[in-house]
């Protein structure tokens, strides 16, 4: 950011912020190193996306059967009742 020239007592503390910007630019620009124990959270991380998705999975399947279960019951009770009414 580009500082606009000002004549006062703070020049002093301007300069030192300009070093200090200067230095955490230089710290900042070096590539990040994981933790070591980065890898291993990584595996665990995978594993338990997978039982997620196998759980979700497992979830729209049971909900599907209960749906056609609900749809056979109410088919099956209305051809009985009009079976009845036919009589």
Excluded: H, W
Aim: charged fraction near 30%; hydrophobic fraction near 30%; charge should be negative.
């Amino acid at each position: 950011m580009a500082r606009i020239p000002i004549k006062d007592d703070n020049d002093d503390l301007s300069a030192a912020d300009d070093a200090a910007d200067d230095a955490n630019a230089q710290t900042s620009s070096e590539p990040q190193q994981s933790p070591p124990g980065a890898a291993a959270a990584s595996g665990d991380l995978d594993k338990l996306r997978t039982e997620r998705d196998d759980l979700y999975q497992r979830l729209v399947r049971t909900t599907a059967d209960f749906k056609n279960a609900q749809k056979r019951m109410e088919g099956s009770s209305t051809s009985a009742c009009s079976t009845r009414i036919a009589r």
